[in-house]
């Protein structure tokens, strides 16, 4: 299975709006929001399934058992993230536990343990004709990365024979970017015209080249600021690294995403441009032996 991954170095630079639009244009049958943080994918793509949902248990979090504890503050005085409170009874602030077992470890009466806690949820769509996974991570939790990668191993176990696949990550270099990363083929960077946007643009082509994955960049909402634009392709021409092109602003980009829509289900500049960023990307993709297009 061919993996196209789609980052964005900041949030807002239209990564998502991109990513639901080469999913319609390729009639993917397999695709995956790996922005477990903020999902949104699904607002666009519609499902004609329920999700099946299954419980994420990330890192465990101390309870203590009131009945046994005979609060000599071991716990309190020892814990580094001030997560126990006294007010009443000795009690574990699940928000601020990290789960690292030196209360239970310290406690002299065992009436503190570990137990496995509930960080996220995996949603599972699936039918005869696609499959979408993706999930939402618990508020509070820190284990991103080893959600997005439940994320994407629950597309593969879901899907047989299937060619391609699409990932829409997530904004910025963090650890969901990073298990976002592994073991595709190819990313597809949107970039946006803005100091900022060229910035993390940098970064996150950085952090790429690390794992060795071939890299290729758009550019959105290129003519807000065609001097940026021009600085963003000096900078694969001069890395060698492939423009795919460039896809205006377009008030009717916004109205069809507010209405649940793609760029590509309404006639408009923005979803012009993105068939030809999209045929350019498929290009690059299966230019060895031929394979998927539009």
């Known amino acids: 299975m061919k993996q196209l991954l789609i980052l964005s170095g900041k949030g807002g630079t239209g990564k998502t709006t991109i990513a639901s639009a080469f999913i319609k244009l390729s009639k993917a049958k397999a695709y995956a929001d790996c922005d477990v943080d903020a999902p949104n994918l699904h607002l666009i793509t519609k499902q004609s399934s329920q999700p099946r949902k299954t419980d994420y248990y990330g890192l465990p979090k101390a309870e203590i058992d009131t009945y046994l504890c005979i609060e000599c503050g071991q716990c309190r005085q020892n814990c580094r993230f001030d997560a126990i409170s006294a007010d009443e009874k000795y009690k574990v602030d699940p928000f601020a536990c990290e789960g690292c077992g030196v209360?239970?470890?310290?406690c002299p009466v065992g009436a503190?343990?570990?137990?496995?806690a509930v960080a996220g949820e995996l949603m599972l769509y699936a039918d005869k004709e696609e499959v979408f996974s993706t999930a939402q991570l618990k508020m509070g939790s820190g284990t991103s990365g080893m959600l997005v990668t439940e994320v994407k191993k629950q597309m593969k176990s879901a899907?047989?024979?299937?060619?391609?696949?699409?990932?829409?990550?997530?904004?910025?270099?963090?650890?969901?970017?990073?298990?976002?990363?592994?073991?595709?083929?190819?990313?597809?960077?949107?970039?946006?015209?803005?100091?900022?946007?060229?910035?993390?643009?940098?970064?996150?082509?950085?952090?790429?080249?690390?794992?060795?994955?071939?890299?290729?960049?758009?550019?959105?909402?290129?003519?807000?600021?065609?001097?940026?634009?021009?600085?963003i392709e000096r900078f694969c021409i001069d890395h060698e690294i492939n423009l795919v092109g460039r896809i205006p602003f377009d008030s009717d980009a916004v109205k069809a995403i507010n209405n649940g829509q793609t760029i590509v289900d309404i006639d408009c500049t923005s979803g012009a441009a993105v068939k030809a960023v999209y045929n350019k990307t498929m290009e690059l993709l299966f230019e060895k032996g031929g394979g998927l297009r539009s």
């Open 103 to 106: 209360c239970e470890l310290v």
């Open 112 to 116: 503190v343990a570990l137990k496995p």
């Open 159 to 231: 899907t047989d024979g299937v060619e391609f696949a699409i990932i829409d990550g997530s904004p910025g270099i963090g650890c969901p970017v990073i298990a976002s990363l592994s073991g595709v083929d190819m990313v597809l960077i949107v970039a946006e015209p803005s100091i900022s946007g060229i910035s993390d643009m940098k970064r996150i082509i950085n952090t790429a080249a690390k794992f060795g994955v071939k890299t290729v960049v758009c550019i959105n909402k290129f003519d807000t600021n065609i001097q940026n634009t021009e600085k």
